[in-house]
């Protein structure tokens, strides 16, 4: 025969191995036929030999039959030696260390046949886990072999056991266990060891695959790379018909590992999933395959999701009919429950327990995910201080596996779940380590490194630098450039300790100006005040760099910019310096840097302009600073206004259009500044502009008003603009006030500058200012009338006066009525005016005025009739004290009539003492105060003295004669059916008597005599 070709393979087993060879021969005697042969068998020992072609065959048969048997041993853990070579340790020599500790030699001993049988099937079970975790590749061939040998449970550990060890002659035996596995589990499992152990052609094979069978628009976004449609199209919980999306999560994370576009995709979703029923099952799935491929983005964000995310509250929830416990509901394949207490207790111990085990059998892969899971940790998801009895909860007292990683020996207490961490009294600070495995943190500085650079937690960045600190040799060798950025960072750890290697590094000499600067900006107080101290030391030394003094300047910290100052004074002896600063803030100012730094820094910046930088920003570019004033940024354009206005060219020069744009600018601030601008041209310009300084004079702005003050009083000597302002002026008083101190700026030019303008003092206007309803007119009106005398007014305009909002108006007109009292009198309709007056003093003043100076010629009966009839009650009881004073019984007829039909029942009551006296033995006039009567006799519930007096008076009155008696019987009969019975009796007495005493007259009512009964009820005739 003719050797073909030949493989050889091995496959260790404990302290032996298994050795086997595949050949190709050509059969002796016949061309073009061939034989495939096997032989196998120890070194030591017999090997046996096998034929995979009892016939000898073609070529491509032959060349497909020992492909296959390569496989197949493959698959039973076989592998090429030299491979093994590379992977597995050479033995120790001498006095090495040893290359395999005690413990791991053990766990292979119990792989031995006779050690094997001994064991029941938990205990192998935990050995080949004990194996996967420790890596032993070694042990991978005889875990090939024990594949469907135990329960299902010893195959989903020995799928888990070889993905650990990563040995790729088990990647062929990892597929078919995915294809022939008892159990779901089992075959979920095995598919991510192959996964693992695939080459990346496998692996790209494998994402092709499932790829073809998504739905075609997820195709396209993966086609293409979109992430970003790739999640909208998850989120969105479309129907995939024979592809539920907790399918396609878990087939998303195989595809991940070789498109980068699904990696990106995983992970987004994977930050909002519900961990609901229906989508907690993949969730679970992936996190047990993170934890087996030492995923630590996926782990990490995961652990964080189940720290962050409730459980589902309850043990027994309501389903099918009846109320069945938590866990037999969550078992069914369509359960509407998932994620309870219980597991998420689980899940959130299995991280730490994850971790740990990592750390203690020293595994590399420790650091990398414990990176990943500190990462995940940020204060905005912290929670606030406080005391439950005697625990004291810091901010991170609810994130045990940040606890369990970073204050393993902290002294910390945790409650029975392990969920909550405190302490029971106060703990003094101090520079231990607290961290569980240090060692392994000390050999990984780039880690800590890495944490210090892109941690958002204050209590990780405190345990990075304080662990890098003790690490000299990685700190030396750190660049500047790593510690500038770790002194700008805002965790005080980190930058205190950036701080103290480079000031090991710059003293005693002190920092040069690239390192002053980052001192200078940094967020640490103390590399602040450094820097500070050191400006303040050699002021000179630093001053001659234009971009250090910019930058100082410039600085976020006031107390920093301050010292900026110092350096500019130091400049203003170098010659050329403060011009070279100068240009330099100009460019800085049309930078983006600039962008988020101005608004908080530019009252400092304008101040060393102004000061100490003045001559030199006085002569700077004019250009650059109109380019300034059309930023993009509202805090740049209002400093170049304030630089313009300090600039030696005057502001005439500005073009139109840029003083046009900044007086229309969005910016108040902006605005005002450009009308200082405006009002520092020329006078004779500004008299051409009066309508444009009205505008600016009544701007709802504070900033643009005090901006044109100046200009206002300039202005104020020239007739012709005082003529056109002050209309727009006024005007704006009589309209309601557009934002607060309008009126009051307004007010503050009429009563001073402008307060000798002749239109001021027409009484026309002042008669409009205090009717208007404008509170600024009002207010403008009270505080015109002092200049002027009541003779400008007559008593009508006192009486308005009179009744005005404005005390120092009411005031004024109560004088004007006092010290001309017999203007009043002449014209009383006018001046009782004074009582429609919504305010007390006005009404007090008019009723002490009236009675002391008015007698009974200034009355008229229709004067008090009409003040009688007055709304206000106190104005009814003084025109009723004056009829009573003045006129006497003679007179009182007329006012009885005309009051009587007053509805008060203070005027009726009034009327009541006056009917005998008016009326008495009158039918004539009883009868016109019918109408009267009967409104008083109506009531009910109310008015009882003047009704009986009423009462009394008419019944008296029908005795005098029998005309009147008809009067009085008209009303009785009426009011005998209307009222109440307590008011009945009267009127049927009062009728009995007028019909006895005057039988002439028609009977009113009629008497019937009651009939006679017996006891039983009956009639009796």
Request: proline residues 6%; contains cysteine.
């Amino acid at each position: 025969m003719k050797l073909i070709r030949k493989t050889s393979l091995i496959r260790r087993q404990k302290d032996s191995a298994v050795h086997c060879e595949i050949e190709l021969c050509e059969a002796a005697g016949a061309p073009g036929r061939y034989l495939v042969n096997l032989r196998q068998g120890r070194a030591d020992g017999e090997w046996r030999d096998s034929t995979r072609t009892p016939q000898a065959v073609d070529l491509a048969t032959a060349e497909s039959l020992y492909q296959r048997a390569i496989a197949d041993r493959q698959a039973q853990g076989f592998a090429d030696p030299a491979h093994l070579a590379s992977i597995v340790p050479p033995a120790p020599a001498g006095g090495a260390a040893p290359a395999v500790t005690e413990a791991e030699r053990t766990l292979l001993r119990r792989l031995e046949p006779g050690s094997w049988k001994l064991l029941d099937q938990h205990q192998r079970n935990r050995t080949i886990w004990r194996i996967g975790e420790r890596r032993l590749r070694a042990a991978v061939p005889v875990l090939v072999d024990q594949l469907q040998r135990g329960d299902a449970m010893q195959d989903y550990c020995i799928a888990w056991a070889i993905g650990r060890c990563g040995d790729p002659g088990a990647a062929i035996a990892m597929r078919e266990l995915h294809l022939r596995g008892t159990t779901d589990a089992v075959r979920r499992i095995a598919l991510v060891a192959w996964l693992m152990l695939a080459s990346s052609a496998e692996r790209e094979q494998h994402a092709e695959a499932l790829v073809a069978r998504w739905p075609e628009r997820l195709r396209e976004a993966l086609q293409r790379g979109d992430a970003t449609e790739l999640i909208n199209l998850a989120r969105k919980k479309r129907d995939w018909r024979q592809l539920p999306q907790d399918i396609w999560l878990e087939q998303l994370d195989q595809v991940a590992l070789s498109r980068p576009a699904a990696r990106q995709a995983l992970l987004a979703l994977l930050q909002t999933v519900s961990l609901g029923a229906g989508a907690f099952r993949p969730v679970r799935h992936l996190y047990k395959a993170a934890a087996l491929r030492a995923d630590g983005e996926v782990f990490a964000l995961l652990q964080r999701r189940f720290e962050i995310v409730p459980h589902h509250p309850g043990n027994r929830v309501w389903s099918r009919g009846s109320y069945r416990p938590f866990a037999e509901e969550a078992a069914h394949p369509d359960s509407s429950v998932a994620y309870s207490i219980r597991t998420r207790y689980y899940l959130l111990r299995h991280g730490w327990r994850t971790l740990r085990r990592l750390g203690e059998i020293d595994d590399s892969a420790f650091v990398r995910m414990a990176l990943a899971v500190l990462l995940q940790r940020d204060d905005q998801d912290a929670s606030t201080p406080g005391r439950r009895g005697v625990r004291l909860l810091d901010r991170y007292a609810h994130w045990p596996l940040f606890n369990h990683l970073l204050r393993s020996h902290a002294g910390l207490r945790h409650s029975r779940t392990g969920l909550t961490w405190y302490r029971t009294a106060e703990h003094p600070a101090d520079d231990l380590r607290t961290e569980a495995f240090p060692e392994l943190w000390d050999r990984h500085p780039e880690a800590l490194l890495t944490l210090l650079q892109r941690s958002r937690c204050e209590g990780v960045h405190e345990f990075a630098a304080r662990a890098l600190a003790d690490n000299h040799a990685f700190c030396a060798s750190l660049t500047p450039d790593q510690l500038r950025d770790l002194l700008r960072s805002p965790y005080q750890a980190t930058a205190r300790f950036a701080f103290a290697i480079v000031r090991a590094r710059i003293e005693p000499a002190g920092p040069d100006h690239e390192w002053l600067v980052v001192l200078a900006l940094a967020a640490l107080p103390e590399a602040r005040d450094y820097a500070m101290e050191w400006i303040g030391r050699d002021s000179a030394r630093y001053a001659a760099d234009p971009v250090l003094v910019r930058a100082i300047l410039c600085a976020p910290e006031a107390a920093v910019r301050r010292h900026g100052w110092i350096l500019c004074q130091a400049a203003l002896r170098l010659p050329g310096v403060p011009e070279e600063i100068v240009v330099h803030i100009l460019d800085w100012l049309t930078s983006d840097d600039a962008a988020g730094s101005v608004p908080a820094i530019a009252a400092d910046l304008f101040h060393a302009l102004d000061n100490p930088l003045h001559a030199a920003a006085a002569e700077a570019p004019y250009d650059a600073l109109l380019r300034l004033a059309a930023h993009r940024l509202a805090a740049v354009r209002l400093l170049a206004c304030r630089w313009l206005l300090l600039h030696a060219a005057p502001p005439s020069g500005l073009p139109g259009t840029t003083l046009a744009a900044l007086l229309r600018d969005d910016d108040v601030e902006v605005r005002g500044m450009a009308v200082r601008l405006f009002a520092a041209l020329p006078e004779h310009v500004l008299r051409q502009q009066v309508d444009l300084v009205a505008v600016f004079a009544t701007s709802a702005d504070g900033v643009v008003r005090a901006a044109i003050d100046d200009v206002v009083r300039r202005l104020a000597a020239d007739a012709h603009s005082v003529a056109v302002l002050l209309p727009t002026l006024l005007d704006s008083l009589f309209r309601s006030e557009p934002a607060d101190g309008v009126h009051d700026d307004i007010l503050g030019w009429l009563t001073g500058p402008l307060s000798a303008t002749p239109e001021l003092a027409s009484p026309d206007l002042l008669r409009r200012l205090l009717a208007a309803r404008g509170r600024g007119a009002q207010r403008l009106g009270a505080l015109l009338i002092g200049h002027f005398t009541p003779g400008q007014f007559d008593v009508r305009d006192w009486a308005a006066f009179g009744r005005n909002q404005n005390a120092t108006v009411r005031r004024w007109a109560y004088g004007a009525f006092t010290a001309h009292p017999e203007q009043a009198r002449a014209d009383m309709e006018g001046a009782l005016r004074l009582f429609d007056s919504k305010f007390d003093d006005t009404r007090a003043f008019a009723t002490q005025f009236f009675a002391a100076h008015c007698g009974p010629e200034d009355w008229t009966p229709l004067l008090l009739v009409n003040l009688c009839d007055h709304p206000d009650p106190a104005a009814q009881r003084f025109g009723r004290a004056m009829i009573t004073q003045h006129f006497d019984i003679a007179d009182v007829a007329e006012f009885i009539f005309k009051l009587s039909q007053h509805p008060s029942a203070n005027m009726q009551l009034f009327v009541s003492t006056w009917l005998e006296s008016a009326c008495g033995g009158d039918a004539a006039r009883l009868r016109q105060l019918e109408p009267y009567f009967l409104t008083v006799l109506s009531q009910v519930n109310r008015g009882r003295v003047v009704k009986g007096r009423v009462q009394r008076f008419l019944r008296e009155q029908a005795m005098l004669s029998e005309e009147i008696a008809a009067v009085v019987a008209r009303l009785f009969a009426r009011q005998v059916v209307t009222v109440a019975i307590a008011d009945k009796a009267q009127y049927i007495e009062g009728l009995r008597d007028i019909q006895r005493r005057y039988p002439a007259l028609p009977p009113a009512l009629t008497i019937v005599p009651p009939t006679a009964r017996d006891t039983t009820g009956a009639a009796v005739p």
